[in-house]
């Protein structure tokens, strides 16, 4: 019994033994494993002269170039209407007309008032000339003359003012009758024949149609503040209209407001834009008022630059270097929010590769289309730089590490 009480206390010592020595080698596997320099898989191109064209894209929409919103001056019934919305007119065409009733007999009120004025003014102005030679022989006294010039200047003033009021009552009769400024279309028509509409003398007065100068159109587009200071007057756009997204029509930027416009002011969603307006130059299409449309507006365009894809700059902020014995005071100063002395802004650079090892490189940017941008400074032609993953660029990739270069994925291409 006991010597199997020995044996059994061996092969427990041997088992414990074992794991113990298999668990110490898996100890070292995972700490030699984690001192294993990673490598990150890349996609590179490499560094090449091309002529980029530097593009601000923004959305508006198609409107005429002229147009003219109609209201008519007086207020009253629309008792004709001749035009229909899409109907073309010419300079001098009738638009429409406003019922003249009360305009007719405000005007033959003021032609009586002007009779009668008239009349009183004949009256006096004889009497006055009458006194008025008198008194310089003085042959009346001088009570005399200012009453019958006081009543002359009052036929005189009644007079006048009567005749001003016809003049006014007339001219709001002809405006009763309303005629087309220019030649063009009815883009709008916004009122019925019988609707009553306000006039504009008194009041806001109403929309009642809009003529458009539709062979002349314009592309108006909102463009952010810190891209508008890019874009110049005589700048080429490529215009896609949402109705033919097939077709480009080419225009010119002819105007660039100087006063913003601001959507959700005071909130984090406020949004600053100017209106650019663009000149279409090539009436290949059949457009209408109103219609969405996507500019891509070219502002600058550089011939035999150097350039890389536009997703291989990236940020880095540089590393806090601290002198010896300041570590302490480092960290206490990061403690109180105060930033170390050898701290700098943070720099753009691309990733370049060279026997299997990315270096970060400084560069200074130009212009950029949508896929590549111009490099003035930092690197040379033909140099290998990392130009994807995403994730590796901005995120995984450091000065010195180690890379694996695979070739990228066509587009459209299957995964292995």
């Known amino acids: 019994m006991a010597n199997n009480g020995k044996k059994s206390r061996k092969k427990k010592i041997i088992i414990f033994s074992i794991l113990g020595a298999v668990l110490i080698v898996l ?60 109907q073309k007119v010419k300079k001098g065409d009738l638009l429409m007309k406003i019922k003249p009733d009360v ?15 008239k009349a009183g003014l004949s009256r006096t102005e004889p009497e006055f000339r009458r006194i008025e030679t008198l008194q310089k022989k003085g042959l009346v006294s001088e009570s005399e003359y200012d009453q019958a010039r006081a009543a002359y200047e009052s036929s005189k003033a009644s007079f006048e003012q009567a005749q001003a009021s016809l003049q006014q009552s007339e001219e709001n009769l ?34 009642v149609m809009t003529i458009a100068d539709l062979s002349r159109m314009e592309a108006r587009v909102d463009v952010s503040e810190n891209d508008v200071i890019l874009v110049s007057v005589g700048d080429t756009a490529r215009i896609t ?67 890389v894809p536009i997703q291989s700059v990236t940020t880095r902020a540089p590393k806090m270097e601290m002198k010896e014995g300041e ?57 290998q730089v990392v130009s994807g993953s995403y994730k590796a660029i901005n995120r995984e990739l450091e000065d010195g590490m180690k890379v694996r270069i695979e070739e990228a994925k066509k587009p459209g291409a299957k995964p292995m």
């Open 241 to 307: 209209v949402d109705a033919f997204p097939d077709k480009k029509v080419n225009a010119i930027v002819y105007e660039i407001a100087n006063t913003a416009k601001s959507k959700g002011l005071g909130t984090q969603e406020e949004v600053t834009n100017f209106e650019v307006r663009m000149r279409i130059v090539d009436m290949g299409l059949t457009l209408r008022p109103g219609m969405s449309m996507t500019a891509d507006i070219e502002t600058e365009t550089k011939q035999n630059v150097l350039t």
């Open 103 to 117: 305009y007719v007999a405000q005007r033959n009120q003021f032609a009586a008032g002007l009779l009668q004025a």
């Open 327 to 383: 570590g302490q005071q480092g960290s206490a100063m990061a403690v109180a929010g105060n930033k170390p002395r050898t701290e700098n802004k943070a720099k753009e650079i691309v990733f370049a590769v060279d026997n299997g090892v990315a270096k970060a490189i400084p560069v200074k940017r130009g212009i950029s289309s949508d896929q590549y941008v111009e490099i003035t400074e930092g690197v040379g032609d033909s140099l």
């Open 174 to 207: 002809r405006k009763t009758t309303v005629f087309s400024p220019m030649e063009g279309t009815v883009s709008q028509l916004n009122s019925e024949l019988g609707e009553r509409v306000l006039g504009t003398q008194q009041f806001q007065g109403t929309d």
């Open 27 to 86: 100890a070292l596997v995972v700490f030699m494993g984690s001192k294993k320099e990673p490598i990150v898989t890349v996609q590179t191109e490499k560094v090449a002269a091309r002529t980029i064209t530097q593009v601000v894209t923004a959305t508006g929409k198609i409107q005429p170039e002229v147009q003219v919103k109609i209201s008519p001056e007086v207020s009253g019934e629309i008792v004709e209407l001749p035009v229909k919305e899409g």
